[in-house]
C-alpha cells in the first residue's frame, strides 16, 4: 500500500466522519489559536508599559532637588520647595573631567499657563529647557528648529510647539505656526511687580513630531521655551526642578550615577549622605520595576494558555474515546481483509496528522488575526499597542496540539495492534 | 495436495493462570473446490476453528498446513497477505464500514493489494451478487440481505483461493438466507472452495460435507446425502 493511496484512503475516511472531524479540528483550532492570542496580549501590553518608558531613553538620569526614601517620590512631591538645584550645579555636570560619560545634560523647570494666538486660547504645560534638551530626550522636528544654543544664552522670546498645541492654535485657520507670535500667560501671582494679565510674547520657531505618551503624559501638549524665560518671566523662580544627563551608554549608568553624586555633593558641601538635598533617578531602573511585573503577567497569561491548550486537548480526548470502539472494529475488519499492522499505523498516524495540523494552520491564522484586530482596537483607542506574534507561542502551540492528536489519535491504533484481527473485530 | 490440513490442532486460552481448552486437537483435511459446513452447537469450538484456519487466529498446538505448507512460523504480516489474497470473509454481522459507499466498501480489500482497475474488480463482484444498481448507496441505506451480499462481493473482489462464511445468514429472513446461500453455491458451482460455519442444519444441508464439532472434538465427518439447492436466488441475479 503506498502513501498516495494511503492519502486517498485517509481522505475518503475524514469525509465519511464529518462531525468528528471538525470537532477534533475545533479542539485544535482552540487551543492553537488561545495560545497565539494571549501571548500576543501579554507581548502587546509588555510592551505598551516598557514603551511608556524606553521613549526617554534607558540612559538617561535625573537629578531632582530634595532627598527621597530609597524608592518614595521626592521631597517636592510633598510640596516641600528645595531650591539648592542651580547653574552652576549644572556648569559642574557639564564638565567631562568630572562626569566623563555625559554627553549631554539640559536643566528643566516645568508649569502650567495657557498660550494665546488671535483668538485662540489653549491651556497647556511649558518646558523651560535649553539648546541641548533634543541630545537628551528622543525627540524629532516636524517643523522648523528646537531653542538654539544663541536662543538659549540670549534668553531670546522663542517656542517650539509640541504637535497638540500647534493643532489646536493653527489647524483652523491654516497658517503656518512657524514664525507666528504667540502670548504665554505669566503666573502673575508669583512674579512681583507685574500686572495680572501680563504674558510674554514668543516667536514660534518649530513644531514637534507627535510622539505619543510617557509615563501616561502626553508629551504633544506641550510647548518648549528657554529655560530662563521660564524661571524669570513665568515662574518668578532661580533655580531649577530638574537636570537631566544622557549618559552615553547604559553600561556606564552606575558609574555617572556615582560621579554625579560626587559632584553635586562637592557643589553643595555636603559630607555625609543623609545630608544630599537632591536624587538620582534613571530609567533603567524603572524598566528593571516595570519588567518584573510584566514579566510576572506574561507569566500568568501563558499559564491561561496552557490551560487553553488542556482544554483543547481534553475536548480531542474526548472525541477519540467516544470513538475508540467502532475504531477499534474497523482496525479489526481492516486486518480481517488483509492490512497490515503498519497499514493500519500509518493510516492513524496520517490521519490525526491530517486532523492536528489542518486544525494548528487554521488556529494560528485564525490567533494571528484576532490578536491583530485587538492591537487595532488598541491603536483606535490611543494606546501604543505593539503587534507581536512569537515564534515561541506559535511552535508551543502547534507542538502541544500535534502531540495531543497524533497521541490520542494513534490511542486506538495501537490498542488494536495488540490484539489478533478476530479480538479487534469483536471489541465492545 | 490439500488446500487445508490440520493435524491434531489444539486452541487453549489462557486466562489469569486459568487454562481452558477450546480444541482438543482436531485433524481433517479440505480439497479445493470443496464446499464444507462446519457444525456445532455454541461454545462447540466451530468458531475458534474457522479464525484458525482463516488466519485471523493462532493455535496452541498441532498442525495446520496451508496449500502444503505449514503455517506454524508464518510472520504476522504474512498472515495479513494470505488474508488479503487466499481468504475472503463473510461474517454474520456483516462488518461494513459506515458512513461509507458499496462500492468503496467492496474496495476495501482491494486497497491492501497491489491489484490493477480496483473499480473494475470491485464493480464485477457486485455484479456477480446482483447489486450492480446499489453502487453509490451508503450501507445504511439498504436492506439487511443487500449487505450480507455486499460482504460476499468483498469477500470475492480479490479472487481468494477460499471464502469463509461464518453463520451468514444469522441475522437474516429466510428470503434474503435463502439468496445468499443461492449465491455461496453458485460461487462453488463456478470452482471456489467455500468452508461455512453454522449451527443449524437446514443451512448446513446447503453444502456437500458436514464436519460436526462438539466440545472441541470432531464428532463426525460425513458428506450430505440430500443436498438442499437454493434457487430461489436465480429471480435476484438477472
Known sequence: MNFFSTIKLVIRTLLARKGRSFLTILGIVIGVAGVIIIIALGAGAQSLVLGQVTKLGSDLLSIQPGKSNEKGPPAQVFGVVVTTLN??????????????????????????????????????????????????????????????????RAAANVVVLGSAVAKELFEDSGTDPIGQVIKVKANAAKIKGQAESASVPLRVVGVITPRGSAFFQDQDDQIFIPVIIAQQQLLGIHYFQAIMVKVDSSDNVSQTILDVKTVINQQHHIKREADEDFTIRNTADAINILSTITNALS????????????????????????????????????????????????????????????????????????????????????YDWAFVISLTSIILAIGVSILTGVVFGLYPAFKASKLSPIDALRYE | MNLIKVENLKKDYINEDVVTSVL????????????????????????????????????????????????????????????????????????????????????????????????????????????????EYYTNQISGGEKQRVAIARALVCDPAVIFADEPTGNLDSKSGNIVMEILQRLNNEGRTIILVTHEQDTANHAKRIIRVKDGNIVADELVKTRTIASDGKELVK
Open chain 1, 299 to 382: 507569566l500568568f497569561l501563558t499559564a491561561m494558555a496552557a490551560i487553553s491548550l488542556l482544554v483543547g486537548g481534553i475536548g480531542i480526548l474526548n472525541i477519540m474515546l467516544v470513538t475508540v470502539a467502532e475504531r477499534t472494529r474497523e482496525i479489526g475488519l481492516r486486518k480481517a481483509v488483509g492490512a497490515s499492522n503498519a497499514a493500519v499505523r500509518n493510516q492513524f498516524l496520517l490521519e490525526a496528522g491530517t486532523l492536528t495540523s489542518l486544525g494548528g494552520f487554521i488556529g494560528i491564522i485564525l490567533g494571528i488575526f484576532v490578536a491583530y484586530l485587538i492591537s487595532l482596537l488598541m491603536h483606535a483607542l490611543g
Open chain 1, 87 to 152: 547653574e552652576q550645579d549644572e556648569a559642574a555636570l557639564q564638565d567631562s573631567g568630572r562626569v566623563p560619560h555625559a554627553t549631554a545634560v539640559a536643566a528643566m523647570v516645568r508649569g502650567r499657563t495657557s498660550v494665546t494666538w488671535g483668538n485662540k486660547n489653549v491651556d497647556t504645560s511649558f518646558v523651560g529647557t535649553e539648546y541641548t534638551y533634543p541630545k537628551v530626550v528622543k525627540i524629532t522636528m516636524q517643523e522648523g528648529q528646537f531653542i538654539d544654543q544663541a536662543q538659549d
Open chain 2, 24 to 135: 482438543h486437537g482436531v485433524s481433517f483435511s479440505i480439497e479445493q473446490g470443496e464446499f464444507v459446513a462446519i457444525m456445532g452447537p455454541s461454545g462447540s469450538g466451530k468458531s475458534t476453528l474457522m479464525h484458525i484456519l482463516s488466519f485471523l487466529d493462532r493455535s496452541t498446538g498441532g498442525l495446520y498446513q496451508f496449500k502444503g505448507k505449514d503455517t506454524k512460523d508464518f510472520p504476522d504480516d504474512y498472515l495479513a497477505t494470505l488474508r488479503n489474497r487466499e481468504i475472503g470473509f463473510v461474517f454474520q454481522s456483516f462488518n461494513l464500514l459506515s458512513r461509507t459507499s458499496v462500492l468503496d466498501n467492496v474496495k476495501l480489500p482491494l486497497v491492501y493489494s497491489d491489484k490493477k482497475n480496483q473499480d473494475q474488480l470491485a464493480k464485477k463482484a457486485l455484479d456477480a451478487v446482483g447489486l450492480s444498481h446499489r453502487l
